[in-house]
């Protein structure tokens, strides 16, 4: 399902199917993209940020079209301890293997994969502090 902004509309919240990952995607062309996942980051309940939530950063081959600070949005990544991947979507073969990687973290988010948690998966791809 896709919405365009947070909060969800409450009136099909009956309806709605439990949220197993949430994919915030940032056009990295638009400072409006980065401000709109910013201000819809406040309505998301803080137990997501714990493997379940992902910025997928798109348009990163236009590096002179930047409108967003690319080291912004890893920050973004930091501060709410969510993995950010970086794709150009007009590639197929990247935007298949970045569709590929989004599959599997859902069935990990999802609870798919026998001995292997959203936690434990968020760990595994953070930064060490060593490097």
């Not at 950010?84 to 609870?111: K, N, S």
């Amino acid at each position: 399902h896709l919405a365009t902004s947070l909060p969800l509309p409450s009136e099909r919240d009956h309806l709605r199917p439990r949220i197993d990952l949430i994919v915030f995607m940032i056009d990295i062309k638009s400072k409006y993209s980065l401000k709109n996942v910013e201000t819809s980051l406040a309505y998301v309940d803080a137990s997501f940020f714990l493997g379940k939530v992902c910025f997928l950063v798109t348009g990163v081959g236009r590096v002179n079209a930047c409108g967003i600070d690319t080291n912004a949005v890893c920050k973004l990544g930091e501060t709410y301890c969510s993995p950010v991947l970086f794709c150009e979507l007009e590639l197929e073969g990247i935007r298949a293997a970045t569709a590929q990687r989004l599959v599997r973290m859902l069935q990990i988010c999802a609870g798919h994969i026998p001995g292997v948690s959203a936690l434990s998966f968020v760990l595994l791809m953070r930064k060490s502090d060593d490097d």
